[in-house]
């Protein structure tokens, strides 16, 4: 499913292109995070029109407890249900569970939890996981994996990791095993595990490298962890990871993680960072980073970025922005969501353009550092 | 400023238009409310191209507070604060510091008031309301009144009228005697007062018809009171109002009470519960009124409407709605609040050309049933 197309000259960025069946994907890219079926706060048409997303994110644990596998199974699929026919890929669950913290526990069958909503119990095994997202009908799922925290001991993380190799070669048993709900095809995504310790990131590379998943993702990083740490482990993931298959690093991050993470080798990213943060005011810019909810903002009735094709940058002055997101008013919340999703997806293209033009190597350092300015 | 230009033969309705600097409206007209610069949920955009909004609703109560008469009058109005360059109408605060209770004092000078943010003390005069709106820089501005609650006795509704007629001429000199801060012209309107008494409104709409007001505004109705005798106040007062001044009946209301009150002889509506009802999951539809958080619309993956030009209608299931909804999902709450509000406004547009074709008086009164019917 995973073309490499070229690579930086300087670097480990690559310019890819994964195949589905709901279209195709240039990476490196960054995926926006459809919660609960719906980017939080931007909508399907602004997702294709302004923002320009390839693909967007569902959360299997979200959506199995609310709406519930019975009513997407009756509307044909997640991307039926949501009106969405661009690619999608949806997570496990093990990350969401693995945050539950006090109302979950892991045994060999599976991971335990409680609904965070009504506290009915519930069981993910590595194979009703992908049953799961086998109705969810998303084109690449996730294997079920252990996401431990950060720090955690080297005989916690090497127990986790071997718990994840286990239910990742159960995961792709059942996945092998299973035929599609819909018309299209679906691929399957390992997890590689095993902390901040080299030597298991090593193994763990190594292990998922040698399953036949379609690409293979690096999970347990942007847990806690100092950033150079994260890059650190990234760096060594992908240095053991095929050159054929593509690499997503779940969970990551801002402006900067991703360029520096591109140049690592990374192809896919997805983060609630900027939905999150635009709903309180944090707005990502090509020079730095704005807090429209600082005051000094109130005063300030010229444009943030007239040259940036979204409306918060080219249509309303700061001190409306800030007047809006001070006083909560939905309106400013979704236009500073919709920002800084059209941020990302614009750095990305910048991203894949410099990869391709391999002005990438000499562009990014100095990117990154002002993509994390204050202004 | 107003035309009138046609009469329904069996009913009072009446097409006119009115002609702003912001350019000219069709009535009778709905303006959907943006009470701190913003309608609800909804985008400047999404008010012109989707929900066609000709005119949109100010609240000077919630704007002198917020973010205050300074950062709009830097800004160079409200228009331009928010980006609007269609007309505006800013009521005067007068029934925002009667919802107070508790926190305003009225006196013969003005009405003293609490801020429901900090607490801090204010004063609103006939004559600063004046000054503010012109600061606003509103098409339309409305005259400082006082709306008495219902139910009230005939000594205080009439003591209140007074009050009103009182401030009514104060407010009308400042008006005459206050030149426009802005390049474009504002007109003022008075207010019809008089609770549920027939002889107070009476008295009421003669005198502001005597003053030299651009147009004139039904207040008071809506606050409590059996529909019915709104009705009947509505009617009562237009038939002592002059042809040849629009009406506007403050705060009214639901889809019904429109096209009730439009064959009373109103032109101008504004009400916030097509956005307020839209963020509980209320949809007004031609067929009725629907609770889209209802569990019975939880498995109803067909559209709610196909051929109604909105998203929510013809692109969404009701079970993805519904979804959305139970969540609070931002998309949802924003997807219904433009759904209600294009309803709205398509309404108003039906009745203008009903009135038209003079087939409103044989239409309206099975449509007014039908529209408040439960589905």
């Known amino acids: 499913m ?22 195709v994907i240039e990476t490196p890219i960054f995926m926006p995070v459809g919660t609960l079926g719906t980017v939080k706060a931007v909508s399907q048409d602004q997702l294709v029109e302004q923002i320009k997303a390839q693909i967007i994110l569902g959360n299997t644990y979200h959506l199995y407890l609310r709406p519930g596998c019975d009513i997407i199974s009756e509307a044909g ?13 949806t997570d496990s669950g ?31 095994t590595p194979e009703n996981v992908v049953d799961i997202q086998r109705i969810l009908g998303s084109d690449i799922m996730m294997i079920l994996d252990e996401c431990p925290p950060y720090p955690s001991t080297y005989e916690y993380a090497k127990n986790s990791m071997e718990l994840t190799h286990r ?20 691929f399957q995504f390992g997890i590689v595990q095993g902390g901040t310790y080299k030597d298991l990131r090593i193994e763990s590379s190594k292990f998922m490298a040698d399953q036949d998943f379609e690409g293979i993702a690096i999970g ?13 482990m990234a760096d060594l993931n992908t240095d053991h990871l095929p050159n054929e298959k593509a690499r997503y690093l779940m969970g990551v991050g801002t402006p900067s993680n991703l360029i520096e ?18 709903r309180n005011g944090m707005i990502f810019t090509r020079y730095g980073k704005v807090n429209l909810r600082n005051s000094k903002w109130k005063e300030h009735h010229d444009l943030l970025d007239p040259d940036f094709p979204s409306d918060l940058c080219n249509k309303y002055s700061m001190a409306y922005i800030h007047h809006l997101i001070k006083a909560n008013e939905i309106f400013g919340l979704a236009m500073a ?10 750095l990305m293209e910048e991203i894949r353009e410099r990869i391709k033009n391999d002005t990438f190597g000499e562009w990014y350092p100095e990117m990154s550092k002002q993509l994390d300015k204050k202004l």
């Open 337 to 346: 969501s919709v920002h800084n999703l059209t941020f990302y997806l614009w």
């Open 261 to 278: 993470c591109v140049a690592r080798g990374i192809d896919m990213f997805d983060c609630v960072m900027p939905t999150r943060n635009a």
């Open 77 to 89: 699929g997640l991307h039926k249900f949501i009106n969405w026919d661009r690619p999608m890929l």
């Open 220 to 232: 347990g990083l942007s847990v806690g962890e100092p950033i150079p740490l994260m890059y650190e």
């Open 2 to 23: 995973y073309t490499l197309k070229s690579t930086c000259s300087t670097t480990k960025a690559r310019l890819g292109q994964l195949n589905t069946d709901h279209g």
């Open 167 to 186: 239910w990742a070669k159960r995961g792709r048993k059942q996945f092998l095993e299973t035929t599609h709900h819909y018309d299209h095809k679906q």
């Open 94 to 124: 093990g990350y969401q569970i693995f945050s539950l913290s006090e109302n979950r526990k892991l045994e060999e069958e599976g991971a335990h939890f409680k609904s965070h909503i009504d506290g009915s119990k519930h069981l993910f």
